[in-house]
C-alpha cells in the first residue's frame, strides 16, 4: 500500500502549474458553473474546498478508499465515484475534467473526440506551487476567489508553522519499505518551513529514495516521523521490532499518510502537525 500511495503522491498528485488542456472549452452557459469530473484523490481535496458540491459530477476512486483518501470518507462518499476510465467519465457528461499529470491515453483520446476539456496538473514541490495550484484549480472551475481563499490559508499556515528560534531539529520521514522523501519534495518543504533539517541527504539519498533499516539504527535523526507507523500500517518494515527499540532513543510520531499523499488544504494540516510536534521537542 506504501508504494501504491507513493505513486499518488509523485505522478498524479498534482499541485503546481497547469501543463496540458486537451481541447478547448466546450461552450457552456453563461449563468452556471463547469459540471467537474475530477480523476485524482488530490484534485479531489482541492474541490471540497473550491467547488459547490452541485459542481461535483465524479471523483476519483481512491477518495472513497480509507487508505488512500486524502478527504474525509463521509464527505467522498457524497459523491459518484469513477476509476478514471473514458466510459466512465463520459457517462457523466461533465463541462470539464481535472487528472494529474500521467492519465491513460484512450482517456485523452475520448475526451478530445467528445470535445469535454481536459486539464492536468503536474506535481507541486514548494509551497508557492502549491498556492499557485489551487489558485489554478478555482479558476477553473469559475470559482477564482474561493481558490485564492485557499491560497491565502495555504500562506497562513506556512507564516504560523515557523518557527521563532533558529535551531534546526535533525528529522527524517519513513514510509512503508523505508521509503524517504528528500530534496525537491514538497514534504521536504514542509520540513524546512516547520524549523526541522531533512535528514535524507546526509544519507546520500536522492529525491526518493530507500533508506535501509540498519542505516537508520546506525545513525538515527532526532525525530522519526513515521507514515504507517505501527503494527496495523500492514508494513513489515514499520512494525519492525527494532523500530519500536529505536522509540527508546528517539522521538518517534506517526504522521498520517494524507499529510504526504496530496497537497492542497492537506499542507494546512500537516504544517499544524509539524508545529505540534517541534514544540513538543523544543519544550523537553
Not at 501504491?4 to 503546481?16: E, F, I, N, R
Not at 521509503?179 to 524549523?195: E, F, I, N, R
Not at 530507500?210 to 512494525?239: C, T
Amino acid at each position: 500500500m506504501a508504494r501504491s500511495l507513493l505513486a499518488l503522491a509523485t505522478v498524479p498528485m498534482l499541485m503546481g502549474s497547469v501543463i496540458s488542456q486537451a481541447v478547448p472549452p466546450r461552450p457552456a452557459a453563461a449563468h452556471r458553473l463547469p459540471r467537474i469530473v475530477s480523476i485524482n484523490p488530490c484534485i479531489d481535496a482541492v474541490l471540497m474546498q473550491v467547488a459547490d458540491p452541485a459542481q461535483i459530477a465524479g471523483i476519483s476512486h481512491y477518495s472513497q478508499d480509507p487508505q488512500a483518501t486524502s478527504i474525509s470518507l463521509t464527505t467522498a462518499r457524497r459523491f459518484r465515484a469513477t476509476s478514471g476510465t473514458a466510459e466512465e467519465v463520459v457517462a457523466l457528461a461533465p463541462d470539464l475534467v481535472l487528472a494529474g499529470q500521467h492519465v491513460a491515453p484512450s482517456t485523452v483520446a475520448m475526451l478530445q473526440r467528445m470535445h469535454i476539456r481536459f486539464v492536468q496538473f503536474p506535481v507541486p514541490t514548494t509551497l508557492a506551487e502549491t498556492e499557485d495550484q489551487v489558485r489554478a484549480i478555482g479558476s477553473a472551475i469559475g470559482q477564482p476567489q474561493r481558490g485564492a481563499m485557499l491560497a491565502s490559508r495555504i500562506a497562513n499556515a506556512a507564516i504560523a508553522a515557523r518557527p521563532s528560534d533558529t535551531q534546526k531539529i535533525p528529522a527524517l520521514i519513513w514510509q512503508g519499505g523505508g521509503l524517504v522523501p528528500g530534496k525537491g519534495t514538497l514534504s521536504d518543504a514542509l520540513l524546512q518551513t516547520a524549523g526541522f533539517e531533512n535528514m535524507s541527504a546526509s544519507y546520500g539519498l536522492t529525491q526518493w529514495d530507500i533508506l535501509p533499516l540498519e542505516y537508520l539504527v546506525a545513525r538515527p535523526p532526532r525525530v522519526l516521523l513515521s507514515v504507517g507507523q505501527g503494527a496495523g500500517s500492514g508494513d513489515r518494515m514499520l512494525s519492525h521490532p527494532v523500530v519500536t527499540k529505536l522509540g527508546t532513543r528517539i522521538a518517534i510520531r506517526p504522521f498520517a499518510p494524507r499529510l504526504m499523499n496530496c497537497a492542497g488544504p492537506n499542507v494546512i494540516d500537516a504544517l499544524e502537525r509539524l508545529k505540534t510536534i517541534r514544540k513538543e521537542l523544543i519544550s523537553r
